[in-house]
């Protein structure tokens, strides 16, 4: 049993022995390419490029997870090769083509050749809806990508027994603005204001037939709110009469209160502009 003991040891030492040895001739193989490369490179222009920090699959997104920034001589970088101060520009879009770890993101490799795709910015189960504005709607023109709005519905209702009063109530709290005309970013390239003729809201596919109907049968505006308030927008049903107190009450069926609905939202962007947008109706 002891003869029997030892020989599993001396099998056990040998096979340490020979993982040890290879790790270290790994490791010493790691150290001298990384020698040659310095050596190659001195002397070399280096300049700061955008890679993929690990296999990424066709489909898969652009973002500070999945990349990384790496020098790599001038003269062997693509001239279209995404660098990091650019980086922003295709974040959150999509590959048309796999990319191995290491490789360099050029703008080819982007669906849509570069431009980020307007529906890859969409969470899933939500949907782009679209009105037109203009200068007096838009608050003049101070909406932008990011804001959050609040919905708020004005009609006269038209069933029997109604009032014949017109009613407003909050229809929708905290709609995102996905973009405003064709721009997705707050401002243009040279830092100047654009102008713009709709607005683009994040819904979901309920919200976006209710804010249809809505705006076929009354008016909807757009009361532009906080980036720090995501408090639901509770505002009772508001009538004519009750802004002025001490009126008597007339009589009639009453209203039944319709209760806002909460929706998904983008987080984040702009807002501090306070204003109110008129959407249409």
Do not use: C
Request: overall charge neutral.
């Amino acid at each position: 049993m002891k003869k029997f003991n030892k020989n599993w040891l001396l099998l056990s030492a040998a096979i340490g022995l020979g993982l040890l040895s290879a790790f270290l001739m790994n490791k010493a193989v790691q150290q001298r390419m990384d020698q040659l490369d310095a050596e190659a490179n001195r002397g070399l222009e280096m300049v700061e490029v955008v890679v993929a920090n690990r296999d990424l699959e066709k489909g898969d997104v652009l973002v500070a997870d999945t990349v990384a920034s790496r020098q790599v001589p001038k003269q062997y970088v693509h001239a279209s090769a995404v660098v990091p101060a650019s980086f922003s520009q295709i974040e959150d879009a999509r590959l048309q083509v796999p990319l191995k770890r290491g490789e360099v993101v050029l703008p080819a490799h982007i669906d849509g050749l570069g431009q980020r795709v307007f529906s890859t910015i969409l969470k899933k189960g939500m949907r782009a809806l679209t009105f037109e504005v203009d200068e007096i709607s838009s608050t003049a023109g101070m909406l932008r990508p990011g804001d959050r709005v609040d919905l708020i519905y004005s009609v006269m209702p038209s069933y029997s027994g109604a009032s014949s009063e017109r009613v407003l109530f909050p229809l929708l709290s905290n709609v995102s603005i996905l973009a405003t005309g064709q721009s997705v970013t707050k401002q243009d390239n040279r830092g100047t204001e654009r102008r713009y003729t709709n607005v683009t809201l994040e819904v979901s596919p309920a919200d976006a037939n209710r804010i249809l109907l809505a705006k076929s049968t009354g008016d909807l505006t757009a009361v532009l709110r906080s980036p720090d308030d995501q408090e639901k927008n509770s505002s009772a049903i508001l009538t004519p009469d009750a802004l002025i107190p001490g009126l008597p009450k007339k009589s009639g069926k009453p209203i039944a209160p319709v209760v806002p609905q909460d929706i998904e939202y983008l987080i984040g962007g702009g807002g501090g502009n306070a204003g109110v947008a008129t959407l249409g109706g």
